[in-house]
């Protein structure tokens, strides 16, 4: 395919149950979905068993990476893993993705993505070497942690190949095992788990291609722009990404994706004892409340705590849900030591957590239990229990706070449409307004997005400047819409949230971003003009295509686009994210000039529903039912869905 840039060209399909693999051509995907999730739904819908269990072996396990990948777009190593989730609840088809070196090498090897059928007979691994593809034994690396894992089969292969892997968390269906890159980064959502009941014990990459761009001129000057436009990065507010104070472990240096100019607090540190590793984002710190209630000041415990859960390949995320709720069990007397034959008055120490997870991964005991995840947990352990869950997460079993609609109106919709982590919507909400708020605490010291530039924000990306008015429901379906629309189009790219869109600019007077830079990139890669709204309409498509698996897969519509009971409840909530760290009066834009606080205050229930009807509308669905029109699914070429969904099409 010498006319197609960006793309490798090949995806790899491999069938672990006959042990033989075939390629799909990339070609036949990539003008209606691109990459990333956009070509994972396309295939998921065409290969997966809707009624099946997560971990039936027919059920597709998909990685995707994008056309932007291994190019010299910023901050694009990035692959989009998706399938159906054991650990959502119920399960139902879900995508994550992760970053690190994996999808640039996957691109240079030939490959836009993986497809895995099936279930092998014995444990193996499949070692990708540019056209070689090899499903090998994995006998002697099944039981092992991700560390042993990757230095055995490094051995095994030479050179330094990137890796996907899974420890004993993966192993023995639990629900929340992780899939691990390299020394860092994750796919949650269960998928390591299912990459366990197929017997897939790791991924080995090694590739030495290039991927050929349109205009590798015009790249470089987005780059600068881009580069300008960043300046010193959104992390630069918060300053050296110190995750241990008074813990003696320390910040040795930044260790960005490949590619990235701009850097996250993706660090590796050390710890007292010598210990190093890579640490970012919620994982690095998932055990710091349980450290500090222990031993009143933060301790080596936290930093090990991270390492044990990727040596196991348990998701962080799920961990901290478990342990919070479980804490509160005990403290209630819901549930005792006796009970659980935990030692749950040491929660906190390292010890209690090697046997908790030691518990989790080999399902004994009460870890049996722990192994379904939260809100089954809570379900199996009886109605006080659930009560519990019921005031924290949503329906289905995720965290039903971080940056949540009792703050952010917006994220109301976001919330309620998608059984998914949307972490990425959740960021499009909440980064133009940390900045905002740090503006209006430190009277401008602190950063430029003052209330004019995000008016003029709101206008530009999110359709108005109602959207930045936290004192009405006006304008937030439409920048609801529009968020969604395009992060599904940024994850088809697939392009790091952290780092787009490129909402402010640090280069010009007016300080207002652009968010054509996505468009304009993708046309300078493959050569393929696109605009802003033409993104927008793929990604439309791809949110609308993922609407239609959420509904082939049993969700009812407006009947399950709910949000739970206790975002209709006036109550200040525990922070759970930095934005209430930072701003603990909750301080937002109301009209005009105004600045209203958001602290204690609840959804409207009334508003939430005529917020629904206007979402609805905005998107072409049935407004009474929430469900998928014709004229709209033909109108974004996704008719062949509307045969296998009759019933639930208008």
Request: net charge negative; with cysteine; aromatic share 10%.
């Amino acid at each position: 395919m010498k006319d197609l840039f960006g793309w490798a060209g090949k995806i790899l399909k491999v069938d672990l149950t006959e042990g033989k693999t075939v390629i799909l051509q990339t070609a036949d995907y990539i003008d209606r979905f691109l990459g990333g999730i956009g070509i994972g739904e396309k295939i998921y819908w065409d290969e997966s068993l809707p009624d099946a269990e997560a971990f039936h072996p027919d059920n597709p396990l998909i990685f995707i990476t994008g056309p932007l990948a291994a190019t010299p777009a910023p901050s694009a190593s990035r692959v989009v893993v998706c399938g159906k989730s054991p650990c959502i609840y119920p399960e139902t088809f879900v995508h994550t993705s992760l970053g690190g070196f994996f999808a640039a090498v996957l691109k240079k090897a030939g490959y836009d993505g993986i497809v895995i059928k099936g279930k092998a007979n014995k444990p193996v691994y499949i070692n990708i070497e540019n056209d070689k593809v090899e499903i090998r034994d994995a006998s002697h690396l099944w039981g092992l942690t991700t560390s042993e894992v990757r230095n055995i089969i490094q051995e095994e292969l030479g050179g330094n190949p990137r890796l996907l892997s899974i420890g004993p968390g993966g192993e023995h269906g639990t629900r929340i095992g992780t899939i691990i890159s390299d020394i860092t980064g994750s796919a949650s959502m269960g998928f390591g788990s299912v990459m366990g009941s197929k017997n897939l014990k790791a991924i080995a990459v090694r590739g030495s291609g290039i991927i050929p761009v349109a205009d590798r001129e015009r790249i470089e000057l987005i780059r600068r722009k881009f580069k300008a436009m960043t300046g010193e990065g959104y992390y630069h507010l918060f300053g050296t990404p110190m995750t241990f104070p008074g813990s003696g472990v320390e910040f040795v240096k930044k260790y960005h994706c490949h590619g990235c100019p701009q850097g996250c607090w993706r660090s590796i540190f050390r710890s007292p004892s010598g210990e190093e590793g890579v640490r970012e984002c919620v994982a690095s710190g998932f055990y710091n409340m349980f450290d500090m209630k222990l031993h009143g000041h933060l301790t080596e415990a936290s930093f090990q705590a991270t390492t044990l859960a990727n040596e196991y390949s348990l998701c962080a995320m799920d961990l901290v849900s478990l342990l919070i709720w479980i804490n509160i069990c005990f403290e209630q007397g819901i549930l005792s030591e006796e009970d659980t034959g935990l030692p749950l008055s040491e929660i906190g120490s390292i010890e209690f957590l090697e046997t908790v997870i030691n518990k989790i991964c080999f399902r004994e005991g009460f870890g049996a239990v722990l192994a379904e995840g939260t809100i089954r947990a809570s379900k199996i352990c009886g109605k006080k229990s659930r009560e519990i869950t019921s005031s924290s997460l949503t329906q289905a079993g995720r965290s039903g706070m971080p940056y949540g609609p009792k703050i952010f109106i917006s994220s109301s919709l976001i919330y309620a449409t998608e059984p998914r982590p949307f972490i990425a919507e959740l960021h499009e909400v909440y980064e133009p307004l940390i900045k905002w708020a740090m503006w209006y605490i430190s009277k401008g010291e602190e950063s430029y997005v003052s209330t004019d530039v995000l008016r003029k924000i709101g206008e530009k990306f999110w359709g108005g400047e109602k959207a930045v008015d936290f004192s009405t429901y006006e304008g937030k379906a439409l920048a609801a819409v529009k968020i969604q629309n395009r992060q599904l189009a940024k994850e088809s790219l697939i392009l790091c949230d952290f780092a787009w869109p490129v909402f402010d600019d640090a280069s010009t007077e007016d300080h207002v971003g652009d968010p054509t830079l996505e468009s304009q990139l993708l046309s300078a890669v493959t050569g393929r003009e696109i605009d802003e709204r033409g993104l927008e309409h793929i990604g439309e498509r791809i949110f609308t295509l993922n609407r239609a698996i959420l509904l082939r897969e049993g969700r009812k519509g407006r009947e399950d686009d709910y949000l739970p009971e206790f975002h209709f409840i006036e109550r200040e909530e525990p922070v759970v994210d930095n934005f209430p760290e930072l701003n603990p009066e909750l301080f937002l834009p109301g009209e005009g000039d105004k600045v209203i606080s958001r602290k204690g205050k609840a959804m409207d229930r009334e508003k939430f529903e005529q917020l629904k009807d206007e979402y609805y509308q905005l998107r072409g669905w049935d407004v009474p039912t929430g469900l998928l029109k014709k004229d709209t699914l033909k109108i974004l070429d996704l008719d062949y869905v509307i045969e296998p969904l009759k019933g639930k099409v208008i």
